[in-house]
């Protein structure tokens, strides 16, 4: 099936893109981005085009520190634990406002926190912030926030988007138009207006003194303004990045990375370390796909080394397994359960009794194709990789059925059940933050898509989630990771690398790997 157009030659989409977008002004920081968002509601998404922007608007209690694994202080400047676990104290800066100018006070951690776990709001990602059995401000400046239960990944994932803090009075005054025509923040950049999938403008906060010590400039940011626009073709952003027309982008075309290195125009750092996975999930509830064998069949039916190499140019590593081998908890015992055999995996089909074929070869029982419909975004790499796996598919009999979506659209699409596979590339910390976030079966019906119900998964999550110690974390965690990998829940393709392209006018432009963000606060970048 094919999925895009043709592209235009890079001239002709650099004169078109000169003819749409504005003349740059001065002391304006201009970002391309391939994916815009439904909205701008940090509690109400899982989805990183949200989330990079909320973080420019936005704080958290505590931020990441560059080596992708250390909390260090933001909004709190210094915080305690209980020996159990179960309470941690945060100490609050005094002087910090919102773009507003209200006055941040503990009032609104309650405030913001209480917001996410409320069901009304229908938060995915409420889990991050742990089990809140209670939360208190003794003082305008100290929060007691307590748990249910231990979790041992709660201060790492406290840096994430959707444990910013808002501003009750913004939440309450827009309504159901909250993200959508504004958001207020703590954040070093503060909301001017959103045109959806063509320009975000935001401008500095000028009274912003507190950023994280990660960087060397505390705030406010070097630049008055910053403009994102939405640039969804990959060719048109790589002839406006060469042009010099956008000053940054972390969507630069992946296959031209090495190209881009070479120019005397731009600076390209990669985000190290990175943990980011371009999977297809299955939903196991679907006829077509609730058979492991059948979705065991279509995992060892692929050559992942050749469609890095093919349709990545070598900018990915294959992927064998849901974790990253590199990252914290990852199970040694999950290597070698996928591997190529297109042989086994016609054995499988026959097996689960799909030995019927049309004229076309697709695989058929009791007069039904094998023709699974899989959902993707239409941008970057998403049409060529998967266009590239559905011929490998055909040739064991299976006839993908690819749906193409827009990014905005993506998401909602996403929360219904009339699909048998979808695709995304998901960034992570963890193990142990991976197996939370898909495997739960707390998490049905989003973002556990797969519908995957299992007591003994369920339990092994909790063993590692609520730990107190390396061993016991590490535990759980990797048992997890063997009961899914065999279940085959997922098709795991490639390991991603991420970049940040600059031109060379673009200074201290250092590369973050928080949840595909790259640019985070844009502190230090600088003429």
Not at 261 to 275: C, I, T
Not at 433 to 459: C, G, H
Not at 504 to 524: E, V, W
Request: with cysteine; aromatic share 10%; glycine share 6%.
């Amino acid at each position: 099936m094919k999925i895009l157009e043709k592209a235009a030659p890079a001239a002709a989409l650099v004169s078109a893109l000169f003819a749409w977008a504005a003349p740059a002004q001065a002391q304006t920081l201009n970002m391309a981005k391939a994916l815009d968002s439904p909205h701008y509601d940090s509690q109400r998404t899982t989805w990183s085009p949200t989330s990079d922007v909320t973080h420019m608007i936005q704080d958290t209690l505590v931020a990441l520190d560059w080596d992708g694994k250390t909390a260090i202080p933001l909004l709190a400047k210094s915080w305690t634990m209980s020996p159990d676990g179960k309470l941690y104290t945060f100490k609050l800066r005094d002087d910090v406002q919102f773009c507003s100018g209200k006055k941040f006070t503990a009032a609104d951690v309650l405030y913001s926190f209480n917001r996410q776990r409320d069901p009304a709001t229908r938060a995915p990602y409420a889990w991050r912030a742990g089990k809140i059995k209670e939360l208190r401000a003794p003082d305008p400046y100290t929060v007691e926030y307590e748990l249910t239960e231990p979790y041992s990944d709660l201060l790492v994932q406290l840096t994430m988007f959707n444990n910013s803090i808002h501003n009750k009075d913004s939440v309450e005054a827009l309504g159901k138009d909250y993200g959508v025509k504004g958001i207020d923040g703590t954040g070093p950049w503060c909301w001017v207006s959103w045109q959806p999938r063509t320009e975000l403008l935001l401008r500095r906060h000028d009274a912003y003194r507190w950023g994280p010590a990660m960087y060397k400039n505390p705030g406010p940011v070097k630049f008055e303004r910053l403009s994102i626009k939405i640039v969804p073709e990959d060719s048109s952003r790589l002839a406006a990045m060469m042009s010099g027309r956008f000053d940054v982008t972390n969507h630069f075309p992946t296959q031209f990375i090495d190209q881009a290195k070479k120019s005397p125009m731009l600076n390209v750092e990669e985000a190290k370390p990175n943990f980011q996975l371009m999977y297809f999930g299955f939903k196991t509830t679907r006829p077509l796909v609730s058979d492991k064998r059948v979705r065991e069949a279509m995992n060892i039916a692929i050559n992942r080394a050749e469609l890095v190499k093919s349709v990545m140019l070598g900018q990915a590593e294959p992927a064998y397994t849901y974790i990253d081998p590199n990252a914290l908890d990852f199970a040694p015992s999950t290597k070698g359960i996928i591997k190529e055999d297109v042989a086994r995996a016609n054995r499988l089909l026959d097996e689960a009794g799909w030995t019927q074929r049309g004229p076309d070869g697709i695989r058929m029982k009791n007069g039904e194709r094998l023709a699974p419909v899989v959902f993707i975004p239409q941008v970057t790499y998403f049409p060529r990789m998967t266009e590239a796996i559905q011929g490998y598919m055909r040739k064991v009999g299976i006839d993908w059925k690819i749906t193409a979506l827009e990014s905005s659209i993506m998401p909602g699409r996403l929360t219904g059940q009339d699909f048998d596979l979808w695709t995304v590339t998901v960034p992570y910390l963890s193990a142990g933050e991976l197996m939370n976030f898909y495997f739960d079966s707390a998490q049905i019906p989003v973002p556990n898509r797969m519908n995957w119900k299992d007591a003994a998964t369920d339990a092994a999550i909790q063993k590692g989630r609520v730990a107190l110690t390396t061993a016991d974390r590490s535990a759980g965690n990797q048992l997890a990771q063997e009961i899914v990998m065999k279940e085959h829940l997922w098709i795991p393709v490639m390991n991603v690398r991420m970049y940040q392209t600059t031109t060379k006018k673009i200074r201290n432009a250092r590369t973050h790997m928080l949840f595909q963000y790259t640019f985070y606060k844009g502190l230090d970048h600088s003429l």
